[in-house]
């Protein structure tokens, strides 16, 4: 069995070398983060017709992970082209999170109701 895991500095990585070799260079970053915003709006599209009352039209499939995959690519573009750090950022946001919220959810009724 291999190994598939990947880092997010490789993810990062092959997203630049993927723009270099083939895309000619990044789109600049309002273009992106329009993109972004078109990504994530197919992405609650599938996810309303899975998982919400709406149902998917002919020939519509539900392609999750490729909306997901989708939304992550032009994100990883953002954060090379402005030099983000995602290695770094997901650091931060998890010591964030669990210093502000190490209590707040395994004390709140409303998920431990269920």
Same mark, same amino acid.
């Given at each position: 069995?291999?190994?598939?895991?990947?880092?997010?500095?490789?993810v990062q990585q092959q997203a630049?070398?993927w723009i270099r070799t083939y895309?000619?260079?990044?789109?600049? +970053?309002?273009? &992106?983060? !329009?993109?972004l915003t078109e990504e994530v709006?197919?992405?609650?599209?599938? $996810? @309303?017709?899975?998982? %919400?009352?709406?149902?998917?039209?002919?020939? +519509?499939?539900? &392609?999750? !992970?490729?909306?997901?995959?989708?939304?992550?690519?032009?994100?990883?573009? $953002? @954060?090379?082209?402005? %030099?983000?750090?995602?290695?770094?950022?997901?650091?931060?946001?998890?010591?964030?999170?669990?210093?502000?919220?190490?209590?707040?959810?395994?004390?709140?009724?409303?998920?431990?109701?269920?």
């Amino acid at each position: 069995m291999t190994n598939d895991t990947i880092t997010l500095a490789e993810v990062q990585q092959q997203a630049d070398e993927w723009i270099r070799t083939y895309g000619v260079r990044y789109f600049n +970053e309002l273009t &992106n983060m !329009a993109i972004l915003t078109e990504e994530v709006g197919e992405l609650a599209r599938v $996810m @309303a017709r899975t998982y %919400g009352e709406q149902s998917f039209k002919a020939g +519509e499939e539900p &392609n999750l !992970a490729e909306e997901m995959a989708d939304v992550l690519w032009v994100l990883v573009c $953002m @954060a090379n082209q402005t %030099g983000v750090d995602l290695t770094e950022a997901w650091r931060r946001t998890i010591e964030k999170k669990t210093k502000r919220d190490s209590t707040r959810h395994l004390n709140n009724d409303k998920l431990n109701s269920k």
